[in-house]
């Protein structure tokens, strides 16, 4: 039961906004992405007291997250410290360590395409 409730909240707090839901293998536990720490301890509260669900969050640090096209996946390319993760909709991301792992990672692989959701949405918003 607990698990249908905190599945049901995961769903709909994702459909809100409020997080982004990462996945770094199936059936592994879920990687939560938000803006700050107001949206996590909302989303905790939201968990307890809307779906009757305690969740337990560790940090991970704070991430860069770029999109990658599928055909220019490369598993081996990636470890903990840049992480493959794939999005709720099963597009592969990666959460880079930091701005400088990002950059690292742009001038050792050019022909990569890192892709910036939020700089391609602020652009579509129109």
């Given at each position: 039961?607990?698990s249908?409730?905190f599945?049901?909240?995961?769903?709909?707090?994702?459909?809100?906004?409020?997080?982004?839901?990462?996945?770094?293998?199936?059936?592994?536990?879920?990687?939560?992405?938000?803006?700050?720490?107001?949206?996590?301890?909302?989303?905790?509260y939201?968990?307890?007291n809307?779906?009757?669900?305690?969740v337990?969050?560790?940090?991970?640090?704070?991430?860069v997250?770029?999109w990658?096209?599928?055909?220019?996946?490369?598993?081996?390319?990636?470890?903990?410290?840049?992480m493959?993760?794939?999005?709720?909709?099963g597009n592969?991301?990666?959460?880079?360590?930091?701005?400088f792992a990002?950059?690292?990672f742009?001038?050792?692989?050019?022909?990569?395409?890192?892709?910036d959701?939020?700089?391609?949405n602020?652009?579509?918003?129109t």
């Amino acid at each position: 039961m607990k698990s249908k409730q905190f599945k049901k909240g995961i769903e709909q707090l994702v459909q809100e906004g409020a997080i982004q839901l990462f996945m770094k293998n199936k059936g592994e536990s879920y990687i939560i992405g938000a803006v700050g720490e107001l949206q996590f301890d909302v989303f905790k509260y939201r968990m307890k007291n809307e779906y009757n669900s305690e969740v337990l969050l560790e940090s991970i640090g704070e991430r860069v997250p770029r999109w990658l096209p599928e055909d220019q996946v490369n598993k081996s390319l990636f470890d903990e410290r840049n992480m493959l993760v794939e999005d709720r909709e099963g597009n592969h991301v990666v959460l880079f360590k930091n701005e400088f792992a990002l950059k690292w990672f742009k001038d050792q692989h050019p022909e990569i395409e890192l892709i910036d959701l939020y700089e391609v949405n602020k652009y579509d918003q129109t």
